[in-house]
């Protein structure tokens, strides 16, 4: 019932913004670029389109998609790797794909995204959808984990506006964790090496405290449309994954 309300109303939104409503097939041509125009402060996102391709009547099947949400540290990127294994998804970790696109040579992006991480702030949807957007296109796959994202109303808003018709969306797959659990995680992850800017104390508690105010309200919407599936994340990784392989063979992978 909730799912044919949303879907109605997500199309609205996307029709309102012209949003093609194409499917994400490894022949779909289109290419998202950004830019940043200075006048008006705004990302704006460019799309050029190949020349048109003929399918015939042959029907395209849009990509599955998995949000992945939790807590910094909660053991998202751990667990996706296992499932990645286990049941063929591409993994698309959102914090990866900006972290990449902050390094990228000539990135207009760079140091915003530098800011925006370092300050556990969320990153505006234009970049992030269109790193995601790309990526699904560029792996040519058909299943995905979108790992850390949405993780505010922002993003789900952009994402309804360019992606929503264009996949076929499963579930949010919720790690649960205490945040004292969190921590302890992030910095055992920055003390062996991870390189990352945002695992030391300052960071953290940006991070959670963004978490708290901005994401945990997307993951409650979602709960209240019942597409949740909760896990504990507490317990050792291997435990957890148990729980998750019960997820998604339930779920027809
Ligand atoms: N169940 C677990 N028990 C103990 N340690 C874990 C568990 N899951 C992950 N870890 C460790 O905790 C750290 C954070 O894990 P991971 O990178 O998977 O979290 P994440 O949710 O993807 O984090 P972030 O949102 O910050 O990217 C890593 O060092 C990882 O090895
Ligand atoms: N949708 C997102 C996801 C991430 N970010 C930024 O990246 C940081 C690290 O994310 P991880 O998932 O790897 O922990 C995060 O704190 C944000 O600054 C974002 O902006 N939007």
Redesign the pocket.
């Known amino acids: 019932m909730w799912r044919a309300l949303a879907r109605t109303t997500l199309r609205a939104v996307a029709n309102d913004c012209g949003s093609p409503g194409v499917g994400l097939a490894p022949s779909a041509l289109t290419q998202h670029q950004l830019r940043h125009s200075k006048a008006s402060n705004r990302f704006i996102t460019t799309t050029s389109t190949a020349p048109p391709h003929n399918i015939g009547i042959m029907s395209v099947e849009k990509p599955k998609i998995v949000f992945v949400l939790?807590g910094?540290?909660?053991?998202?990127?751990?667990q996706c790797s296992r499932i990645v294994d286990r049941f063929q998804f591409t993994h698309l970790s959102a914090?990866d794909l900006l972290r990449e696109e902050r390094s990228r040579e000539g990135s207009e992006f760079g140091n915003l995204i530098e800011d925006y991480i370092r300050n556990g702030k969320i990153v505006p949807v234009e970049v992030t959808c269109s790193l995601l957007e790309n990526a699904m296109k560029a792996s040519g796959k058909s299943r995905f984990l979108i790992d850390?994202f949405p993780r505010n109303q922002d993003n789900l808003d952009g994402w309804n506006r360019q992606m929503s018709e264009k996949v076929d969306f499963q579930f949010v797959l919720f790690?649960d964790c205490g945040e004292d659990v969190c921590v302890k995680?992030?910095l055992?992850?920055g003390q062996?090496g991870s390189g990352r800017t945002d695992d030391n104390l300052d960071s953290l508690k940006k991070r959670i405290s963004t978490y708290n105010n901005d994401s945990l309200p997307i993951i409650k919407f979602f709960e209240g449309a019942g597409q949740v599936k909760r896990i504990d994340?507490s317990?050792?990784?291997e435990e957890?994954f148990g729980e998750v392989e019960k997820i998604f063979v339930a779920s027809g992978f």
């Open positions: 939790g910094p540290g909660a053991g998202k990127g751990t914090g850390g790690f995680r992030c055992g992850r062996s994340a317990p050792d990784a957890v």
